[in-house]
T-cell receptor, first 114, second 114 residues
């Protein structure tokens, strides 16, 4: 069975600070990895995804994530956060042959203060 | 295309009543998924369809839960004899079968059982 751990449940940053949100997964085979964001009052939106190739993936709004296979990690980063990045962030994994169903982490609530 | 639509947005029901939620996926997406999200948790997979076929339903929480997608387009999720523990956000998502594009989520139906 696949599982996802997000170790930071709540993060508070000031504008322009750098962000790194941790995500570790548990699955022995080939995985596809995703970060989703949920802004207040809105639905889940895809930030970025990794399927294969370059382990450094760039997404929307200046976010990027790095897949480190040896560490089973897919951490999300942004060099300089904005107030509008306040949202909940979810890491998710889909194991090969898993029918595309995603297993989500518990989420990280990010608050960016002015 | 307006994305994935879910109806209703909110539902308040008395314990013991039956409820039904509807999901209209993106028209060209042949896969449709149902998830449940409770406070402080990430979305939890319930079931999914490829066209009209329900390919996995083992994660449906009990035999009170059922889902259909009779014509391979919209889907319904029914909960019979609701319990207070069923209070949650029920999310629908759709994707192409190849899955490389990730999921598109709807805004969800928030169920409150009183």
């Amino acid at each position: 069975a696949q599982s996802v751990s997000q170790h930071n449940h709540h993060v508070i940053l000031s504008e322009a600070a750098s962000l790194e949100l941790g995500c570790n997964y548990s699955y022995g085979g080939t995985v596809n990895l995703f970060w989703y964001v949920q802004y207040p009052g809105q639905h889940l939106q895809l930030l970025l995804k990794y399927f294969s190739g370059d382990p450094l993936v760039k997404g929307i709004k200046g976010f990027e994530a790095e897949f480190i296979k040896s560490k089973f990690s897919f951490n999300l980063r942004k060099p300089s956060v904005q107030w509008s990045d306040t949202a909940e962030y979810f890491c998710a994994v889909n194991g090969a042959g898993g029918g595309n169903k995603l297993t989500f982490g518990t989420g990280t609530q990010l608050k960016v203060e002015l | 295309d307006t994305g994935v639509s879910q109806d209703p947005r909110h539902k308040i029901t008395k314990r013991g009543q039956n409820v039904t939620f509807r999901c209209d996926p993106i028209s060209e997406h042949n896969r449709l998924y149902w998830y449940r999200q409770t406070l402080g948790q990430g979305p939890e997979f319930l079931t999914y369809f490829q066209n009209e076929a329900q390919l996995e339903k083992s994660r449906l929480l009990s035999d009170r839960f059922s889902a259909e997608r009779p014509k391979g387009s919209f889907s319904t999720l029914e909960i019979q004899r609701t319990e207070q523990g069923d209070s949650a956000m029920y999310l629908c998502a759709s994707s192409l079968s190849e899955g490389t594009g990730g999921y598109t989520f709807g805004s969800g139906t928030r169920l409150t059982v009183v």
